[in-house]
């Protein structure tokens, strides 16, 4: 367990590099392990096969003899043995007493005794010393002759081979562990060097900021992938960071005025107005006007807040949004009867959509419609569908606005014209809110506008 836990505290490029020795080495030993076993029983095999060739010859040749054995025909069989006779090997005939009539050896190691012989025709491995035999015997009758044959074979070449092909698998194995350990080394490198590169592009970016990235690599592979997630990710903290620090810079901003107005109220009030009914007046109400302002710029943000929860309800019916649009319109009529509003409602069908939502974006688009219209004060409200979308379009003859400026208006705090926003009271937060409500049901809102001929937002909801 302690070598497993020291093993596991390693980098991942040894641990890499260990595992696939490990695994590399493993596979050659077991099969260098068949292999030794395979080659050896042939061989064994194959002398066996040798000895038993040799004792049916000369069970064969006895079996023929149709004399006695006198000195001149154990002559001639003792020759006809040395024939039949190979390296390393014994033969010799014994009669029914045991006593060897015939013997020939060809070579030089120990043997046993022929009282010691086996008498079961099966092949028998003895060791003599330090020397391995094989020793087989069979038993032979003939007119002229009963008796046995024995033969005993030297293993020492056979055991020089298997010295010979372990010491060989031996080397083949230290250096299949050097081989697949530069190998899982190598390996260990290739897979790791993203995950360097992944490293030090952490690091980078942790000293001097979000503009650092991975490179990608041409193969189209997991670790490709996942460097291309990784840039991905970094573009969208990098982007939601710069989102987030233009948001606290243009809050602090839009914060600012109020407060600083308040403030210098406040000190007049404490230095003057206790006494002067004009200047308490004046102070009171433009107070009053300023934290209006700041109550409006902090329902605004709590809205921005929670629409970024994504908490939705989609409930409407055909009925709600009819409701819905009809009520807001009559809303502003009440509100500003100096304008003429128009609505013609072609198309009821949006079903997954919040009430609320409908109604703050409706809401959102007729305010800034009334704010910029200062002379045509007509204003269109008009729903239809068109492929496979609600369309929602509020068409004003307002002051337009300039092309340069049509893609930020949707920024937070963004004004076309700053110093006559601020005077009609907006917070620069409308239409960026009404952009994160279509946003959030996967819609689309955009404005066509020219400067002094006025505005159409269309946002479009899919069906």
């Not at 020397?131 to 032979?140: A, P, T």
């Not at 033969?151 to 562990?177: C, N, Y």
């Not at 005025?257 to 003057?272: A, F, I």
């Not at 279509?438 to 069906?463: D, P």
Request: hydrophobic letters at 40%.
């Amino acid at each position: 367990m302690k070598f497993i836990k020291k093993i596991s505290l390693l980098p991942w490029k040894w641990k890499l590099t260990l595992g696939l020795s490990f695994c590399i080495f493993l596979t050659y030993s077991i099969f260098s392990f068949f292999e030794f076993h395979t080659v050896s029983s042939w061989l064994l095999n194959q002398e066996e096969t040798d000895v038993k060739q040799a004792m049916e010859q000369v069970v064969q040749q006895l079996s023929v003899q149709d004399k006695d054995f006198t000195d001149e025909e154990l002559t001639d069989n003792v020759s006809l043995l040395e024939k039949l006779n190979n390296n390393n090997q014994l033969i010799r005939v014994l009669d029914e007493d045991g006593h060897a009539i015939l013997s020939d050896m060809n070579g030089d190691f120990p043997i046993i005794e022929p009282n010691q012989m086996y008498n079961d025709e099966q092949f028998h491995y003895i060791s003599i010393g330090d020397q391995n035999s094989l020793v087989y015997s069979k038993e032979v009758r003939a007119p002229t002759f009963n008796g046995r044959v024995e033969i005993i074979r030297s293993l020492e070449s056979l055991d020089k081979v298997r010295e010979h092909l372990q010491f060989a698998m031996t080397m083949f194995a230290v250096a299949a562990l050097i081989i697949s350990a530069l190998i899982g080394y190598f390996i260990s490198y290739l897979l790791l060097k993203p995950m360097n590169s992944m490293t030090k592009t952490m690091k980078k970016i942790k000293s001097s900021g979000f503009k650092e990235r991975m490179p990608v690599y041409p193969q189209k592979d997991e670790i490709s992938d996942l460097t291309i997630i990784f840039n991905e990710m970094m573009d969208v903290i990098e982007q939601s960071f710069q989102q987030q620090k233009q948001f606290i810079e243009d809050a602090s901003h839009e914060l600012r005025t109020p407060v600083s107005v308040l403030e210098g109220h406040l000190s007049m009030l404490n230095r003057w107005g206790k006494n002067n009914q004009d200047i308490l007046n004046e102070s009171l109400q433009a107070s009053t006007e300023e934290v209006a302002r700041l109550k409006k710029l902090i329902i605004s943000l709590l809205d921005l807040s929670k629409l970024e929860q994504n908490r939705v309800d989609p409930d409407l019916t055909p009925e709600r949004v009819k409701w819905i649009l009809e009520h807001t319109i009559h809303d502003f009529m009440m509100l500003h009867q100096d304008f003429n509003f128009e609505m013609k409602l072609d198309s009821l069908h949006l079903y997954k959509v919040s009430e609320q939502h409908l109604q703050q974006i409706t809401t959102i688009l007729l305010d800034n419609a009334v704010k910029y219209s200062l002379h045509e004060k007509n204003i269109f409200l008009h729903t239809h569908e068109t492929d496979h979308h609600f369309v929602l379009e509020i068409s004003d003859h307002g002051i337009g606005i300039p092309k340069e400026d049509i893609d930020k208006v949707f920024d937070r705090f963004y004004r076309v014209d700053k110093a006559r926003s601020r005077e009609q009271g907006g917070t620069g937060l409308g239409l960026a809110i009404a952009k994160k409500i279509v946003g959030l049901y996967k819609g689309t809102i955009e404005i066509n506008s020219k400067a002094g001929q006025g505005t159409k937002v269309i946002v479009r909801f899919n069906l």
